[in-house]
């Protein structure tokens, strides 16, 4: 059985914590399924780290881009990410878009570095990691997030909302415009019932599994650092949820995750 881990973070505080190298990361998330891993930045320096971890190991790609939690930094100290263009793995922009939930840069701005990045995927034609979180019970994010990426859609873009915790509502809106959507361990939380809900609603052919590691572990590793090896227990829920196997979610997301990065 594969497994397609579509949105990890590496960091090397990772590898100092648990006092591994790159290799023992990675092996250490292969250990009980082959996983495909996808690298995702959201600074240059994660886009470096990324690339670097990328190109090290057969079964990984990666993606380079701006968060929304630095699109202040970005402005001020614009990096060159045109050095990324020829990386050998890259498959994808991101993760950037719009959070207004921690209010770290300002919203203009991280709709100006939204826009730009999103011509760079359509420049590159490269497929969108989108990040889109509000306050609760607000949904300007999402209004924006929306207007911005049907914009992108209609100019050929493609683009999936990674992490989505919205309503049914922007669920169907997003999927309109031809977005995917990516499920993590939240699945598995008592409180998420909401994600639990937007299943149904969500194509299987649109549907992409993730762990965002090394943030939301799922249960029964809730609290804990989170690793790709864990997306096992995201396919498992899901699973339960729609009453299909955890081999027939692997294979479709799997699928999936390979036909939206473009991954033969």
């Known amino acids: 059985m594969e497994l397609f881990d579509s949105h990890f973070h590496y960091y090397r505080e990772s590898e100092e914590k ?5 290799s023992d990361y990675y092996d250490f998330c292969e250990a009980d399924n082959p996983t495909y891993l996808m ?12 690339t670097e971890f990328a190109e090290k190991f057969e079964r990984a790609y990666c993606a380079v881009g701006v968060h929304p939690h630095d699109a202040d930094a970005y402005l001020k100290n614009r990096e060159d990410f045109s ?3 020829n990386a050998k793995k890259l498959k ?3 993760e950037l878009g719009l959070d207004y939930f921690y209010d770290l840069s300002d919203y203009a701005n991280q709709i100006k570095v939204f826009e730009e990045f999103l011509s760079l995927a359509l420049d590159w034609n490269l497929p969108a990691i989108v990040h889109c979180r509000d306050k609760d019970n607000r949904y300007c994010a999402y209004d ?5 990426l049907k914009n992108f859609s209609e100019h050929g873009g493609k683009f999936v909302v990674h992490c989505y915790a919205g309503n049914i509502e922007y669920c169907e809106k997003f ?3 031809g977005g995917y959507l990516g499920v993590t361990g939240m699945v598995t939380f008592n409180k998420a019932a909401n994600i639990r809900e937007n299943l149904p609603h969500i ?11 090394p943030y939301l572990a799922p249960i029964p590793f809730r609290g804990k650092e989170n690793f790709p090896r864990y997306v096992y227990y995201v396919a498992e829920r899901i699973g339960k949820e729609l009453n299909l196997s955890i081999e027939k979610i692997a294979e479709i997301t799997t699928r999936n995750a390979k036909t939206f990065f473009g991954i033969d």
């Not at 924006?144 to 911005?148: E, N, S």
């Not at 194509?203 to 590691?213: A, G, H, K, N, Q």
């Open 39 to 50: 690298a995702v930045a959201g600074s240059y320096e994660g886009s470096l780290l990324a």
């Open 18 to 22: 648990n006092n591994m190298t790159m």
């Open 175 to 177: 999927l309109a415009i």
């Open 92 to 94: 994808a922009i991101g």
């Open 144 to 148: 924006d997030c929306y207007r911005i």
């Open 83 to 85: 050095i990324f263009r």
């Open 203 to 213: 194509p299987l052919d649109r549907l992409l599994i993730e762990t965002d590691s």
